[in-house]
């Protein structure tokens, strides 16, 4: 059993899934770092791609991705265009010095668009970059999937695709705006398998509103029922002061801490109880899973599609708000569409905000991915003695425990290990470095 400490959980801290965090980009990097970056990459890196389209059939009322109706044709029409465009104008700047290992399609909804235009702009990707045989994976809407849409993903040699579910339960829907009957979700699945693709993702989520233990229970009763290859249990944040369409969802019996807590708990339970792999604190995939494999493995890697086996050195993003990491810096594009479009016709590179991660940033990104993905950092000398002292309300609670050097979050302790890990961010945690035994930055 988890222990609970509300005051604890009280405390916002961001999902990591970079450092610094999307708060700390700033307009004084852009365009002009990514294209260092770029003319920087060496023969044959391996890159990982993400491929954004912000568009979707139905807007849920819960989302805070950056996206928007797919209800005019044209404007679809001149996003892809800018989109291939961007894509091949980074492709002719790497001259064929990435080797893409990875493709990643994400929303919004890939499957807004018609199926033609995915053929489209997967060849466009195929073609202008070196990529061999890479896995491609795929975020669909149920409620918008076909058997044509099934039998161009198997066409394309798609590896994986990933569903938001969200929940099963009909009034839990109608709440929140995604309105999918279980027989759309079932028939999505048979299509995909019968045509070969069987890693399939669920992305579910607790703390919706009206949401009661048995509500969940009986999701993740069909859900195990489905066994899809992986699972992804987010907590759902309302923030409707900054994701205006949140204000449509009713917040007055929204699940309080109290609640949360126990629905991540049996989460947790249901799944691993059902075979399920923890990975980090709010993923699972089964045993076979490639996933799984590398929990076992000690390799999972965190990015912003969250926990993954991913472990390229640079990942680019393409479309309107998609984020580009390199080892020293993070940039993300104009979020807006048309601003967007326009950069990409004015033969410009699209980032227009970012951070440059310095010695010391990297290895405190470094501490807290290696917390959020295994559970354990090595706290090297510069940070030891800061790092105890501030670990110290954690140890007595009984949610880290050290090990030498070896700082460890206890396995009953993951509901706390963004806070944890929070300890070493440089914006929000007490832990500073002594400054003469810190590496300096080249």
């Known amino acids: ?9 009280a405390r916002p801290v961001p999902r990591y899934t970079s450092y610094p965090t999307a708060v700390e980009f700033h307009e004084g990097v852009g365009e002009a770092d990514y294209a260092r970056a770029l003319d ?28 928007g109706a797919a209800n ?5 029409t001149d996003y892809l265009a800018a989109l291939r465009a961007e894509i091949t104008a980074v492709a002719r700047r790497l001259g064929g010095r990435a080797r893409v290992g990875r493709i990643a399609f994400g929303g919004g909804s890939p499957n807004a668009i018609a199926p033609v235009d995915f ?16 896995d491609i994976s795929v975020e669909i809407d149920p409620r918008g999937f076909d058997a044509e849409w099934a039998l161009v993903l198997a066409a394309s040699h798609v590896t994986r695709v990933s569903m938001g579910v969200q929940t099963f339960a009909p009034h839990i829907q109608a709440a929140i705006g995604r309105v999918q009957p279980l027989a759309e979700i079932e028939a999505a699945m048979a299509a995909l398998r019968l045509r070969g693709i069987d890693a ?9 509103p009206g949401q009661s233990l048995a509500d969940l229970d009986a999701t993740l009763d069909e859900t195990i029922r489905l066994a899809p290859s992986r699972i992804a249990l987010f907590g759902y944040a309302h923030l409707p002061a900054m994701i205006p369409r949140q204000r449509r969802i009713d917040a007055s019996n929204l699940p309080d801490h109290r609640l949360r807590f126990e629905q991540a708990e049996l989460g947790y339970q249901r799944l691993t109880d ?18 799984a494999a590398a929990v ?10 969250g926990f993954t086996e991913d472990d390229a050195p640079i990942l680019l993003g393409f479309g309107a708000s998609a984020i580009s990491r390199f080892p020293g810096l993070i940039v993300q594009n104009e979020k807006h569409a048309g601003p967007y479009r326009a950069l990409i016709a004015g033969g410009r590179l699209p980032p227009v905000r970012g ?11 470094a501490i807290i991915r290696e917390l959020l993905c295994g559970g354990r950092a090595k706290i090297g000398p510069a940070w030891r003695e800061s790092a105890r002292a501030a670990m110290a309300d954690f140890e007595r609670r009984g949610l880290v425990e050290w090990d030498g050097d070896m700082l460890a979050v206890r396995d009953d302790a993951w509901p706390y290990a963004r806070l944890i890990a929070a300890q070493f961010d440089r914006c929000r945690g007490p832990i500073r470095p002594e400054a003469a035994t810190m590496p300096v930055s080249s």
């Open 296 to 305: 076992r493995e000690g390799r999972v890697n965190r990015n912003f599609q």
């Open 355 to 365: 951070v440059l991660v310095d010695a010391e940033e990297a290895e405190r990104g």
């Open 40 to 67: 920087a990459v060496e023969s044959a890196t391996p890159v990982s791609l993400y491929i954004h389209i912000p568009y979707c059939e139905q807007i849920c009322w819960y989302c805070g991705c950056n996206t």
């Open 1 to 9: 059993m988890w222990s609970y400490h509300p005051d604890l959980l």
């Open 200 to 208: 399939i993702n669920f992305d579910l989520m607790y703390g919706l």
């Open 72 to 76: 005019r044709k044209q404007r679809l």
């Open 274 to 291: 059902a075979g399920y792999l923890p990975v980090g604190f709010d993923h699972f995939a089964l045993p076979g899973d490639p996933l």
């Open 119 to 134: 053929v489209r702009l997967l060849d466009t990707i195929l073609t202008v970059f070196d990529t061999g045989r890479p």
